[in-house]
């Protein structure tokens, strides 16, 4: 079974708006594992700094 045909004026209003939307890209495709990656190496060295200077203030611990 063949899909039934649309008017001209539907398919002129389509393609005037078909686009509207935006297409996906940028933020929302999510980060790339390059970027994750360097996110999660920045995390650590900040986890290390931290607990390097909690164990330079109180040696005891």
Known sequence: MSKPKLPP???AFFAKH???GGKIGGKAKGPTKARTSAQ???AVKARW????ARAKA????
């Open 9 to 11: 004026e539907a398919l």
């Open 18 to 20: 078909g686009s509207k």
């Open 40 to 42: 999660a190496r920045k």
């Open 49 to 52: 700094a931290k607990a390097k």
């Open 58 to 61: 109180d040696p005891k611990k």
